[in-house]
């Protein structure tokens, strides 16, 4: 009995110590479960590495300055950008404002101008009545407005760029304000004797974008069109500074007969609706006339059967435009 009784016990001792010893072994497993789904849970982050070329990317940026920073705002801006135009404000030294917008080909960061490549071209676009801003809608509005236009997207559209990449400028006057003072169906008119303040300040943004952006620039190839009030406002810039620029094509629009022994031997292409009756076609007619008489050579392209609006068939030419790229001012 007293052998019976041990044996009892010694199993109970037995059966005890495994119960606690498999308590134990699922205490651990357990444990051992939970740390690895927390450390797998909770892996630190790793800072992604800066590609390679970072360090050229930065030196970069410090060798162009102000186009490299500029090309920082154009990033920044790219949400509400339009077509790749970026909004600007330009204040003159009296305190005058223009809204303008700047397109700038997205690869011109990364270019290097050699002989063969000495830079972008300018155009300067100027637009019509129509697209005019208005001081009690938004800086959208007036953006789309204008941007948005099918003559004005023409200019930073895929197929343009891809044949002819430019830097276009297109500033933006504020209503009532016009480029010229002259009553557009009268034609031509006498050139005033200062030009109006919103003409000054678009040749005063196109000379401060000539200076920030002087490294990837070509000053040969700067250009000037525009549309109907815009065309006035490209006949009378040309008239008063017509050593900025290459080449001038105004579409539906007059100038002043009397002052085109200045612009006798620029690259001129001059376009107008035979039916025009916005804008006479006789203004034109006459604009070429003046230059042949001063010994130029002009261009002039009348549209049989068409009225004012034409400028979206000029822009969309491709011989129009190639002749555009084409001319360069003589150094």
């Not at 909770?42 to 992604?48: I, N, Q, S």
């Not at 007969?257 to 200045?262: F, N």
Request: proline share 8%; hydrophobic share 45%.
């Amino acid at each position: 009995m007293r052998r019976i009784m041990r044996w009892v016990r010694w199993r109970g001792t037995q059966r005890f110590q495994r119960q606690r010893l498999w308590g134990a072994l699922c205490i651990i497993v357990g444990a051992l479960a939970m740390a690895s789904a927390l450390s797998g849970s909770a892996k630190p982050v790793r800072t992604p590495r800066r590609p390679s070329g970072s360090a050229a990317a930065a030196a970069e940026t410090r060798e162009l300055g102000e186009y490299a920073r500029h090309l920082g705002v154009q990033s920044a801006l790219a949400p509400t950008a339009v077509d790749g135009f970026i909004t600007r404000t330009y204040t003159d030294p009296g305190g005058a404002t223009m809204v303008y917008y700047l397109y700038i080909p997205p690869d011109a960061l990364v270019t290097r101008h050699t002989s063969a490549s000495k830079g972008y071209p300018v155009v300067l676009l100027l637009h019509g009545v129509g697209e005019r801003g208005n001081l009690a809608q938004s800086v959208a509005q007036n953006r789309n407005r204008l941007i948005t236009n099918p003559y004005v997207r023409l200019w930073s559209s895929p197929t343009v760029q891809a044949y002819w990449p430019s830097i276009i400028i297109v500033p933006q006057v504020a209503s009532p304000n016009r480029w010229v003072d002259a009553p557009p169906k009268r034609g031509v008119y006498t050139l005033a004797p200062t030009p109006t303040t919103s003409l000054t300040l678009a040749h005063e943004i196109l000379q401060v974008t000539l200076a920030q952006y002087a490294s990837v620039v070509d000053t040969h190839r700067v250009y000037i069109t525009g549309i109907s009030m815009g065309a006035f406002g490209v006949w009378d810039a040309i008239e008063r500074w017509p050593q900025d620029f290459a080449a001038a094509a105004p579409v539906s629009g007059a100038g002043d007969p009397s002052q085109v022994s200045a612009i006798a031997t620029m690259p001129i292409w001059d376009f107008h609706g035979a039916l025009d009756t916005t804008v006479p076609p006789s203004a034109s007619r006459e604009m070429i006339a003046a230059i042949t008489a001063a010994g130029g050579h002009p261009l002039y392209t009348e549209v049989p059967g068409a009225h004012h609006d034409i400028w979206v068939r000029v822009y969309s030419d491709h011989t129009f435009l190639a002749w555009l790229f084409a001319q360069q001012r003589a150094a």
